[in-house]
């Protein structure tokens, strides 16, 4: 009985740590990230529209970066091929990713059809930094 | 008695058993995330169109 009870311990152990969490969410949220990076681009006045962009590009060509590093653990992981390392690579970029569009000025929000994530809450950085300059380009 | 042998082999075939149901599931969200990504490189060169109209 008790061995039989150790036995069990032990598989659900095993079971529990070799289920690996699907990065799927992940991607999702990026691709959030990317859509309200468009919308802001594209409905922002003329006034503001090149300093708007330039913050959309920011966070969505960092949230690219972290979609092609996901898509690449998740073929890896297909291929039973993964390593931490992709893992890790997969993990970062989508921090980063996250990291930028929260400075950038982008936040989710609950219509965006993912669970509001709220890129500034652990840095701080959701405030949108005021553009310094524009390069003179438009007064 | 169980003997080691048996306790051995039974979790080398569930961690192969998990394995290949985790190898299964990430080539189905690999494909998803697929559509992501070319979605994403749309919403950029979007964006890139909207700056270049802006004047950079």
Known sequence: ?????????????????????????????????????????????????????????????????GLEAVQLYQLASAAMTATIDDRVAADAAYAGAVAACGVAG?????????AAVDAGTSHNAAKPLAPITDGGAHG | MVSLVTIIEFFEALFASIKRR???KAAVDAAKTSRLVDDGKAAVADIDAELAKAGR
Do not use: P
């Open chain 2, 22 to 24: 985790n190898a299964e």
């Open chain 1, 1 to 65: 009985m008790r061995k039989a009870l150790v036995l069990i311990f032990i598989t659900a152990i095993a079971v529990s740590s070799s289920c690996s969490r699907s990065y799927y969410h992940d991607a999702e949220v990026l691709s959030a990230y990317q859509r309200q990076a468009r919308a802001m681009c594209l409905a922002a006045n003329a006034k503001s529209k090149l300093s708007t962009c330039r913050r959309a590009k920011a966070c969505a060509g960092a949230a690219q970066a």
């Open chain 1, 106 to 114: 982008v936040r989710l929000g609950v219509s965006s059809g993912v």
